[in-house]
């Protein structure tokens, strides 16, 4: 599902200029294909708290299996190029809802313990380094497949990319935060304009990997996906 949010994203849709509107309730139906995106993300997020929360019965012994569960599927979205369903697994079992959960986290594995900050701190400290390697990664699919294109078993084989887009609306908002559009003499700031085309050329460039993305959705799981009812703030 997230593969086919990208696949539709407008990357326009993206500039710091529209979405730092988004709580404008006059502006609302700007930027929508964004908003899915967004919406997708909490989507999921939501789905774990539920699987973690939403059964008082659980005992911390309980929990403590299902975050293993959630890190050895993130673990599987990174090694699927599933990169954004991996961050959203990362924000939200870092979220002060998960934090607390002390004796939880006490009987989680070690080894699940590892994993889990071994990609928190990679988001955390080379976050631009790592989606500069995926977006080798995109390019390397892309570049492989065009020179298979006369053969489609070999093009069947290829895997597409699915990045997080989180990092490229932070960085739009920060530049709309940041520059003018024009400088002295009311002439063009070209060089806000440059770093704004250069990301929407790498969001281009990302669908494009995104439409190589093949793997199949099971549909048990996307129908249990959409009946998950969010946890209230109480509950939470």
Not at 56 to 63: G, H, K, P
Not at 119 to 137: A, F, K, T, Y
Request: aromatic share 8%; glycine share 4%; charged share 25%.
């Amino acid at each position: 599902m997230a593969a086919e949010l990208i696949k539709t994203l407008v990357p326009a849709h993206c500039l710091g200029s529209i979405w730092s509107e988004r709580d404008n309730r006059e502006r609302e139906y700007l930027a929508p294909t964004v908003r899915d995106t967004v919406t997708q993300d909490n989507t999921v997020a939501n789905c774990i708290l539920v699987t973690c929360l939403g059964d008082l019965s659980m005992t911390a012994q309980d929990r403590a299996r299902v975050v293993e569960l959630w890190v050895w599927v993130a673990e599987e979205c990174r090694g699927l190029g599933n990169f954004s369903s991996l961050h959203t697994i990362l924000y939200a079992l870092q979220s002060p809802t998960f934090t607390r959960l002390q004796d939880t986290w006490g009987q989680v594995s070690r080894e699940s313990c590892r994993t889990f900050k071994k990609w928190c701190r990679r988001e955390q400290r080379v976050n631009r380094e790592l989606l500069m390697q995926h977006r080798q990664e995109a390019t390397s699919v892309l570049v492989t497949t065009e020179r298979a294109c006369q053969g489609t078993q070999e093009r069947q084989q290829q895997q597409g990319v699915v990045p997080s887009m989180v990092t490229f609306f932070s960085s739009l908002e920060l530049l709309e935060a940041t520059m003018v559009d024009y400088v002295e003499g009311n002439v063009l700031n070209c060089r806000k304009w440059n770093e704004e085309f250069k990301l929407m050329e790498e969001i281009e460039l990302f669908q494009e990997a995104a439409n190589l993305y093949t793997v199949q959705p099971d549909e048990h799981i996307r129908a249990w996906f959409q009946a998950v009812e969010p946890l209230s703030k109480e509950e939470r």
